[in-house]
DNA sequence: TTAATATTCAAGTGTTCAGTTGAATAGTAT
DNA sequence: ATACTATTCAACTGAACACTTGAATATTAA
């Protein structure tokens, strides 16, 4: 005897938000997603994952409503459905960070406290980039920086840093972003950049937590 | 060959939020357990669901850190484990409402349009209420009133409205509220109240969305 | 102690899911 | 047309899931 009535069947359809979030490919690829429209292939690619699995992974997203897919030529790409699924992530990723002690240990045994503890908030970062008393680095992708970046953000992928850092002027503090609160690319980069005896923190969120506080983004 | 890395293992724990979410009858659960602490009797009652079933359901939430559970004597109590998990039900059910068209035919099948305008907002309500021009129905049961309310709130269930509803002020309007926004004893209440020639409507959310704006909640 | 109650555990069944592989489709370029 | 590409479909495997049933555990009451 399956149940029926109004709210149940309700439920039923929030179930399918939930579901098209229990598998961590599927969020992993919102992740990529969330940086601005991308081809399945691209977005394969991405994730490690085969083609034909890429793509039945992203049609139960956009089945559940999380992403649309708009077909342009040859390729088809799929973008987030609104900047409502980047508040869902944050909130899962949230709750996740205060409610499950697996995820706390994690961030433990990966970061350093010293990761931890110097990110620096949007609000903050906006101000100080307007008084041109930092130096805003994107070190994602260059397509992902294409799709959309901070204001006046330099774009040195991770693999590229070493070669540039010259270039990086030496007495500004570095903020380094890249995807979202976990990519480990701005880790990374700080990492490296205080090796280097630059001072660097890296900005507290990505890209899509920045656009969804309606801050500014450069495009191109 | 499964991945491996501190992201991946991330989205891993994140994805069992998603988990906990993929299946109606926890979310009613939850909707439950938003209202107060109760023990599985209760809930497995309130969502028709079998104790075994209903336990072990209640067990995947636990887990998921969504709800925590106490034994007091001879029952074990659930109760959210936090604000931040109401608020992603929340988005949950903003998100579908947006994105899946489902729902809004749902919505459109249940209701009549007149039941979807009329909503009042809480700011509104609070307003009106301290100045005593509305009169606050809860039409939850019994239990669930006395775990909190809105402030100066009349508890009548949606059975002993009839019998009852002599007792409500005939000039005031009533504003009736229950669960959350789709919980259907309201939508029934306002229109068994507008049959009988009172002015109702219905506040737009229940309880827990009310609590997690941090607007004053009547206990007892 | 024994009995009663609330909850959980364990095992079984049919269903759904993630991922692989190979074929099918639908556009584009030649 | 033909070959080529990107994407999706279809079929399959092993694992996980929802739910049921009946037994086990733990707490209170008599």
């Not at 085969?50 to 790409?77: C, D, I, M, P």
């Not at 805003?136 to 260059?142: A, H, I």
Request: contains cysteine; aromatic residues 6%.
């Amino acid at each position: 005897m399956s149940k029926s009535g109004f709210k149940h069947e309700l439920f039923v359809q929030f179930a399918r938000i939930g579901k098209a979030l229990s598998n961590a490919n599927r969020l992993e690829l919102l992740e990529f997603i969330a940086q601005g429209a991308r081809s399945v292939e691209e977005l394969a690619k991405a994730s490690g994952l085969n083609f034909a699995n890429a793509s039945q992974h992203l049609q139960e997203l956009r089945q559940a409503g999380l992403v649309t897919a708009r077909k342009e030529g040859l390729r088809v790409y799929y973008e987030l459905s609104g900047d409502d699924v980047i508040g869902l992530l944050d909130n899962v990723r949230h709750v996740a960070e205060h409610r499950i002690a697996e995820v706390q240990k994690l961030v433990g045994t990966y970061l350093s406290a010293k990761d931890e503890l110097e990110p620096i908030e949007a609000m903050e970062l906006l101000g100080r980039a307007r008084k041109g008393l930092v130096t805003v680095l994107d070190v994602r992708p260059p397509e992902e920086f294409l799709a959309g970046h901070l204001p006046g953000a330099v774009n040195i992928p991770l693999a590229e840093l070493e070669s540039r850092i010259g270039k990086l002027p030496k007495n500004k503090e570095i903020i380094a972003y890249c995807r979202g609160p976990y990519c480990v690319l701005a880790f990374e980069a700080v990492a490296r950049l205080r090796k280097k005896g630059l001072k660097a923190r890296r900005l507290e969120n990505g890209l899509p937590e920045w656009r969804l506080r309606g801050l500014p983004v450069e495009v191109g």
